[in-house]
Each structure stands twice: as C-alpha cells, then as structure tokens.
C-alpha cells in the first residue's frame, strides 16, 4: 500500500511567520502534489510536482512556494503566512501514466493567528 | 472550462437505508472519473475508479458506482448505508490526456441517523 505521510496533524502559527509543511511517501512515485481544502470549496491544487526539483503551478499558487530536492519528499512553504491561509492542506501522489489516481496524506489543519 | 458539480451539499440517510451521490461533469470528452471519501480528520480515501469499459463500477466498502455518458453524469450508491458511512464525499476528474490535474466537486456530506 502507498504510504503518504505529513509532518504535522495540527499547526498553529502566527501572521508572518514561515512556515513548512513536509510530505513523504514511500512508493517511488514520480509525481506529488499540494492541496488545500476549504467547506464549500472541495479541493484546490496549489502546486504539483512531477520529478525532482521540477515544479508547476496549480490553480493557487499565490502566496505558497514548494521544494522538492528528494523523489520521496515535496514540501510546501508559506514564506509569510496570513490569516486567509488557514485551512486544511493535502498532500498526493500518483505513479506517472496512472490516469492521475491520486493517493492522499492524512492532511495538516493549519492554523494562522 | 472543465469542472464537477456535486448538487447536494449534505445528505442525511438512516441507517440501512440505500444512499445516492450525484455527480456531474463538464468536459469536452469524457474524462477519467474517482470516488474519494473523507472521514473526519482524515485525508482522502479512493472509493473507486472508472477508466473505460463496464459502465457499474465496484469500489470498497460496498459503494458501486454508474457513469452515464449521456448524463454527464457518475453517481455513487450503496444498498444499505452503515453508521460507520457518515463522511464527506468527494467525486473528481482527471482528462484523458497527460494533464495531471485532477478537479475535484465541493463535496456532499452524508451524515447517518440511527
């Protein structure tokens, strides 16, 4: 089974702080991505990944940059974060060529004071 | 523009009773179609999938799912819906290209009466 761990469950962080958000997963997949999750909004992809060190926005990059230096790990950073960047962030994978079935992390409930 | 819309919001079904999701999509050619759910907490759990062929799909936890292409549409079901379904239901699309973006419904939430 993929496993898809990530850092933290729960965060809480003030306004302008950075912050980090780490995923990894165990199952060599090529491509990983972020997601926040909002009521109402279902999810919105913020960046995606397809190998190392390369990146490609999503539909929110806005205020989120990403890093990925190792295959298995893919993180996202708020370099200042904000009170409208509280939410719940997903991580993903998926094998490459697999129809973008997706295999999600537990998600970080972050929380921006 | 492609999306998915789930039209209900929240769902509430008594225990042992049949439960149906609607999902519909916009693309301009029928795209690869998933199922997640979302018990509290909790990230995202694949249902099940439809690529092509037999148009009832079997996922877990005894959900089927049946696309009509003539609908546009994917809805889930189950025969009889156990407390342990109370949940957020997520339906997404993905296209039949290389385009890794998947898009995903609002979500419904199906809450289960005893």
């Known amino acids: 089974d993929v496993k898809v761990t990530q850092s933290s469950r729960y965060l809480v962080k003030r306004t302008g702080e950075k912050v980090f958000l780490e995923c990894v997963q165990d199952?060599?997949?090529?491509?990983m991505f972020w997601y926040r999750q909002d009521p109402g909004l279902g999810l919105r992809l913020i960046y995606f990944?397809?190998?190392?060190?390369?990146?490609e926005k999503g539909d929110i990059p806005e205020g989120y940059s990403v890093s990925r230096e190792k295959k298995e790990r893919f993180s996202l950073i708020l370099e200042s974060a904000s009170t409208n960047q509280t939410s719940m962030y997903l991580c993903?994978?998926?094998?490459?060529?697999?129809?973008?079935?997706?295999?999600f992390g537990p998600g970080t409930r972050l929380t921006v004071l | 523009a492609q999306s998915v819309t789930q039209p209900d919001i929240h769902i509430t079904v008594s225990e042992g009773a049949s439960l149906e999701l609607r999902c519909n999509y916009s693309?301009?050619?029928?795209?690869?179609l998933f199922w997640y759910v979302q018990s509290p907490g909790q990230g995202l759990q694949l249902l099940l999938k439809?690529?092509?062929?037999?148009?009832l799909v079997q996922g877990i936890k005894g959900f089927e799912a049946e696309f009509k292409r003539s609908q546009s549409s994917f809805n889930l079901r189950k025969p009889s819906v156990h407390w342990s379904d109370a949940a957020e239901y997520f339906c997404?699309?993905?296209?039949?290209?290389?385009?890794?973006?998947?898009?995903f419904g609002a979500g419904t939430t199906v809450t289960v009466r005893a």
């Open positions: 693309y301009g050619a029928t795209p690869y």
């Open positions: 993903a994978t998926a094998r490459a060529g697999s129809y973008n079935e997706q295999f």
């Open positions: 439809y690529f092509s062929g037999d148009t």
């Open positions: 990944s397809y190998d190392v060190k390369m990146k």
């Open positions: 199952m060599d997949h090529e491509n």
């Open positions: 997404a699309a993905a296209p039949r290209s290389n385009d890794y973006k998947l898009s």
